[in-house]
């Protein structure tokens, strides 16, 4: 037997549960990976909350957690080329990341973790890391850009400032007051949110504009004249305001997480781990990541 966290209804985190599942095996084409670490992202608890989400990625109950995961390979099946028992990896596995065990066909999403890149970071970047890649590649964002950024301070925020200024682009995140200190760590210019965004940084010069969280960035930017193609968003849907573009990690190009490794292993982007909880407190864990304001990641261990 092995343990796995599953949920048999939707509902918050009570009804996350931590228990014994039989022990998975790899098959043809498969590997297995002894999970070390699985990071948080907002769409775990969402899909956990609401029936309708969980629907639309073909989630049934009972299900298990998480997508997010790292660890190392420990058993390969018939046929597998790309990797071997003993390798590090990380990876996402939509429903059953959290768990001793992940079974995934070495083609998916399956990647190779770098030395000098720890279990816990590795784990934090198949959503956040895809998706921030993806939010600045759909606005083109280049050198001598100015770009604002909502939800700067978030699990994909971080990424997307660093990955931004490693373009060459100057940055202004929005967030709490609270968090100035630490977007300017991260290399960014902080601004509140809330009403009266446009008007804040209307003298910044902003010529692109990603929106983290919602659509109040992306409006604030299209009051500014910015282009709707050169303001995109990974939170309002498959129809944003003011044909502004829609994208997530899915939309990531190709080869972005080892771009985003390597920089990680190279100490040109770092990861801010908020948290690290044990996997018997998996609720606790999902209770912070949930309440929207940790700074950084969050990140259960095995």
Do not use: C
């Not at 997307?160 to 709490?176: C, H, N, P």
């Not at 573009?245 to 997480?257: K, M, N, V, Y």
Request: glycine share 14%; hydrophobic share 45%; proline share 7%.
């Amino acid at each position: 037997m092995s343990r796995a966290v599953v949920y048999e209804k939707f509902g918050g985190p009570e009804v996350l549960e931590l228990r014994e599942v039989p022990e998975p095996h790899a098959g043809p084409g498969e590997v297995r990976v002894r999970v070390t670490a699985a990071g948080l992202n907002p769409m775990d608890w969402g899909l956990a909350a609401r029936p309708e989400a969980a629907a639309q990625f073909g989630i049934t109950l009972p299900s298990g957690f998480g997508y997010d995961f790292a660890g190392v390979v420990d058993e390969v099946g018939p046929g597998v080329t790309k990797f071997a028992a003993g390798d590090r990896v990380h990876g996402g596995a939509l429903g059953r990341a959290v768990a001793d065990f992940v079974v995934i066909e070495e083609s998916d999403a399956l990647f190779a973790t770098p030395d000098g890149v720890s279990d816990e970071v590795a784990s934090t970047l198949p959503v956040a890391g895809s998706s921030a890649a993806a939010a600045l590649a759909a606005i083109g964002l280049r050198a001598g850009d100015t770009v604002l950024i909502g939800g700067a301070a978030g699990g994909v925020g971080i990424f997307a400032v660093q990955l931004a200024k490693l373009a060459g682009a100057t940055v202004i995140g929005t967030a709490s007051e609270s968090t100035s200190g630490f977007l300017r760590e991260l290399g960014a210019e902080p601004v509140a949110y809330g009403p009266g965004l446009a008007d804040r940084v209307r003298d910044r010069g902003i010529t692109a504009a990603t929106d983290l969280f919602g659509t109040e960035t992306a409006e604030a930017a299209l009051a500014l004249g910015v282009p709707p193609e050169r303001i995109s968003t990974i939170a309002a849907g498959p129809t944003p305001p003011g044909g502004v573009r829609a994208t997530g990690g899915a939309d990531a190009e190709p080869g972005a997480l080892a771009r985003i490794t390597a920089a990680i292993a190279a100490g040109e982007l770092t990861v801010p781990v908020a948290a690290v909880f044990p996997v018997e407190k998996i609720r606790d864990a999902v209770e912070l990541q949930a309440g929207r304001h940790v700074h950084g990641k969050v990140v259960v261990t095995l």
